[in-house]
């Protein structure tokens, strides 16, 4: 079985200052990993995505994300963040790729105060 | 990336009355397409997965005789809500996959049942 774990519901930072957001995972095999932003009634927009290769993952928007084993996270950082960030963020975990489906964190509200 | 599209964005309905969301794949071929559920302020719950031709496989908890899923081409897949009670007021989100790619998703259907 998978699960994801994102530490804090709800994290609030300065206009330019940096974004960090915590996602631990479980899984017994292999994890593909993504993380996706959520603005209020909308769907889910893919940010960036780890399968296989390169730990560091450069995604939309400036953020990227590191895939640590030994560790089991993928946490989301933006060296800089704006306003247009605030949304809802949620890093999901699956064991391959389109024909499985993800198992979600639940979500942590990024709030970006001027 | 791929597009799909999800119809309606919002939805009212009475108590009693069956609903029907569409979600539709416009420039791929998805095989595989999954149906998510999210309540306010929470994360995503699949309720169920459906492959093209074949019958839908749902998520432990959720009613198959209430949240009809038909997946009958390659391009759309719809979800009907049977005689919609107040507490099948949530967001529903589809995504769609050709196998090989992540799953791209909908924009998300507000349901509200009055």
């Known amino acids: 079985a998978q699960s994801v774990t994102q530490l804090g519901s709800h994290l609030s930072v300065s206009e330019g200052a940096l974004v960090l957001l915590r996602c631990n995972y479980s899984?017994?095999?292999?994890?593909?990993l993504f993380w996706y932003v959520q603005y209020p009634n909308q769907g889910l927009q893919l940010l960036l995505k780890y399968t296989t290769g390169a730990t560091l993952v450069k995604g939309i928007n400036g953020f990227e994300a590191e895939f640590k084993k030994s560790e089991t996270s993928f946490h989301l950082t933006k060296p800089s963040a704006h306003m247009s960030d605030a949304a809802e963020y949620f890093c999901a975990v699956s064991y391959l790729s389109g024909n499985t489906p993800l198992v979600f964190g639940k979500g942590t509200r990024l709030s970006v105060i001027a | 990336g791929a597009v799909v599209s999800q119809h309606p964005s919002r939805v009212i309905c009475k108590s009693g009355t069956s609903v029907k969301i569409e979600c539709r794949s416009l420039d791929f071929q998805a095989t595989t397409m999954f149906w998510y559920r999210q309540f306010p302020k929470q994360s995503l719950m699949l309720m169920a997965t459906?492959?093209?031709?074949?019958?839908?496989?749902?998520e432990q908890g959720v009613e198959k005789d209430k949240f009809l899923i038909n997946h009958a081409s390659l391009t759309l897949s719809t979800l009907t809500v049977t005689s919609a009670h107040p507490e099948d007021s949530s967001f529903y989100i589809c995504?769609?996959?050709?196998?090989?790619?992540?799953?791209?998703f909908g924009q998300g259907t507000r349901l509200t049942v009055v």
């Open positions: 459906s492959n093209e031709g074949s019958k839908a496989t749902y």
């Open positions: 899984s017994s095999v292999p994890p593909y």
């Open positions: 995504s769609a996959s050709s196998g090989n790619t992540e799953a791209f």
